[in-house]
């Protein structure tokens, strides 16, 4: 503002007829408590006190109504007490040319400010131009003036500010702001304007980021005061603070002395950075129009020669938009995409230590996959080594089941020669009959077919007979399926009665259904009967006939089938019993004592078990072949294979 002091009169006199006319005759100016609700660092300003009326008759009465408390908050970059002392004649030219309202003045840091912004707990604010671009895209304030000038530039006439880098003045190395690089920075912190952001924008044009490019960002918090005592205590290399804060305290220009200082005509303070224009005074979305209209006129009565500070019209911004866009923070934060490369710069550390993460995790899962190859080699011979014993052990066992069979029917070799002549020699008979009605002439039609007939017969049981016998001695792979077990007793009963000349009595009793079966080998299960069958005549064979007489009986509950073969000899010792399926234990002359010890195999190989017991009647023993009852997926089709 460049009008003539008349002109300032003239407005003030006209702020002071409106506040004739809204009827207030003495001006009162009071502080106005912070309640605990407003944010961090908020202080009341100036203490209570009040003013005789400038110009204005002495007999106007003063207000009806209380006045209007109006809450001002200010970015309090400096102490409280110095704060408070710098924006006095501001606070006293308000209460002075507006006596109805009741103005105080709040101080508050960064963060403190947005949220009474936020909160509403305040009417307007001051702050740098930085935060006030800011705040205007986030909560839609709107600034109403511009500082002219006054304490922010140290007293002189200029519109504008930036940021000085200061460094102890026995720092000769440290003369442009590359020389910045590996230092330690101390600022305010990253959301202050002339506290960091415009000097990280100059260091941008440069090619430079302070937060990346410094080997360490020491951030202090308001007051900037403490960006000064970090460089004089050597915590830091170089601070960040705002113009004219060095010039405005001569004992610390003795000390500090500016980094890269700039040429900049008119300006009277020494600047490592361009400038940007001063701070607004803005009003928030909910302050009244009235009240904004009457403070802008009251700001624009305000002169630097009678209240040290003088205000203009709104200030053009566009400089601290285009600095936000470069930096792409604030408003133009969406703008920031993270490239690989932008992100290797600003993270290296973390990339680096990412990198050796992932380079260990390769070797470590190489070692792994090493050691698991070598393991599952090893593994895998083992399971082959297991298999191979396995099979040898399978082969072994089918050989032993074969000798076993082989055992029995060469100790049932002579009755098997005498039940096979029986036919042959009925054969023979008819044969020669034949012959000799042949020679006397008498031979014929009916004869003959009775001879044939007959011959016939007797051929078909030699062949049954030597059909079980090659069946029963034949070596094979186990075969399971489901069978009857009632079928699987006859046909064992039919095997060891076919076997001999005088077969002894064997009474088999049945108590299952047909329709009950059993997963099993038939040939195997038909092995144990007839190995039980012949232990029972052998310890019979020699007794009177009444106690010769075996008992075969099948029966058994919900999960098991029983088959058990009962003989009436004389009772055994239980020594003996406990030692009758240890291999090689026998009580045979000719016996090899491998018999049980292969039904008993056999047994659990099918999931069931042999046992044997004292008789009933406490004479011979019973012999309890038990097996797990077979139940079909289908209930309604059963398989049935036939023990051939």
């Known amino acids: 503002m460049t009008s003539g002091a008349g002109l300032w009169k003239r407005l003030r006199a006209g702020a002071c007829a409106l506040a004739c006319l809204l009827g207030v005759g003495t001006l009162a100016m009071a502080a106005e408590p912070v309640g605990s609700g407003t944010p961090e660092r908020a202080r009341a300003a100036v203490p209570a006190h009040s003013h005789a009326s400038i110009g204005l008759p002495a007999a106007v009465p003063q207000a009806a109504t209380p006045a209007q408390n109006v809450r001002i908050g200010v970015l309090a970059f400096m102490r409280d007490e110095s704060m408070a002392m710098d924006w006095r004649p501001l ?23 947005n949220q009474a912004v936020e909160s509403g707990s305040i009417d307007f604010l001051i702050t740098n131009p930085g935060q006030y671009v800011e705040l205007e895209s986030r909560y839609g304030i709107t600034r ?27 720092r000769a190395d440290l003369q442009q702001l590359q020389d910045l690089r590996n230092q330690r920075l101390a600022v305010v912190g990253q959301e202050a304007f002339a506290g960091y952001q415009i000097l990280w924008g100059e260091m941008a044009r440069i090619g430079m980021d302070p937060a990346v490019d410094s080997s360490r960002l020491i951030r202090t918090g308001l007051p900037m005061e403490q960006v000064v005592q970090a460089v004089l205590d050597g915590k830091a290399d170089a601070g960040v603070i705002r113009t004219c804060l060095l010039e405005s305290h001569p004992q610390w220009q003795q000390q ?10 008119g300006f009277p303070c020494a600047s490592s950075t361009r400038l940007y224009p001063n701070w607004p005074v803005a009003s928030l979305r909910g302050t009244s129009p009235e009240l904004a209209k009457l403070l802008t006129a009251s700001l624009l009565g305000m002169s630097v020669a009678q209240d040290r500070m003088s205000w203009s019209v709104p200030a053009d911004y566009q400089s601290v938009h285009e600095l936000f866009r470069t930096l792409q923070i604030s408003p133009y934060a969406y703008l920031r995409e993270p490239t690989l490369m932008v992100l290797a710069q600003r993270y290296w550390p973390w990339v680096a230590g990412l990198a050796l993460l992932i380079v260990l995790w390769i070797v470590y899962t190489v070692h792994v ?7 599952t080699a090893a593994l895998q011979q083992a399971l082959d080594m297991r298999d191979a014993l396995e099979e040898k052990a399978r082969e072994a066992k089918e050989q032993a089941d074969h000798m076993a069979r ?14 096979l002549n029986q036919p042959l020699a009925a054969i023979g008979n008819y044969a020669r009959s034949l012959l000799r009605r042949a020679d006397q002439q008498r031979l014929t039609d009916d004869a003959v077919r009775t ?32 069978v009857s077990p009632v079928r699987l007793a006859q046909d064992a009963v039919a095997l060891f009665r076919g076997m001999m000349v005088h077969p002894p009595t064997v009474l088999v009793d049945s108590r299952l259904p047909d329709e009950v079966l059993v997963d099993a080998d038939a040939l195997q299960i038909q092995q144990v009967l007839l190995n039980l069958l012949k232990n029972g005549w052998d310890a019979t064979r020699e007794l009177e006939s009444g106690h010769q007489t075996l008992q075969l009986s099948v029966d058994g509950d919900a999960q098991n089938v029983r088959l058990s073969v009962q003989d009436d000899g004389e009772p055994v010792s239980a020594a003996a019993l406990e030692s009758l399926f240890q291999p090689f234990y026998t009580t045979k002359p000719d016996g090899l004592g491998l018999g049980l010890a292969i039904c008993r195999t056999i047994a659990e190989a099918h999931g069931g078990r042999l046992d044997a017991r004292a008789g009933d009647a406490g004479r011979g023993l019973k012999f309890t072949l038990s097996l797990p009852r077979y139940t079909p997926p289908n209930p309604e089709a059963v398989p049935h294979h036939d023990p051939a």
């Open 91 to 113: 606070l006293q030219h308000l209460q002075d040319t507006l006596p109805a309202y009741r103005f105080s003045l709040q101080y508050f840091d960064h963060n403190g400010l």
């Open 369 to 375: 996959e090493h050691q698991v190859r070598a393991r």
């Open 256 to 265: 500090l002395r500016v980094v890269a200082p700039m040429l900049l005509p």
């Open 406 to 419: 082989l055992s029995v029917l060469g100790e049932l070799s002579s009755t098997l020669a005498h039940e």
């Open 451 to 482: 001879a044939a007939g007959e011959m016939a017969t007797q051929a078909d049981r030699a062949a049954d007979i030597v059909t079980r016998i090659r069946s029963f001695s034949r070596k094979r792979s186990a075969q399971s399926g489901p």
């Open 144 to 170: 109403l003036l511009t500082l002219d000038s006054g304490m922010q530039e140290g007293g002189a006439s200029g519109a504008a500010f930036g940021s000085t880098v200061i460094a102890l003045r026995s």
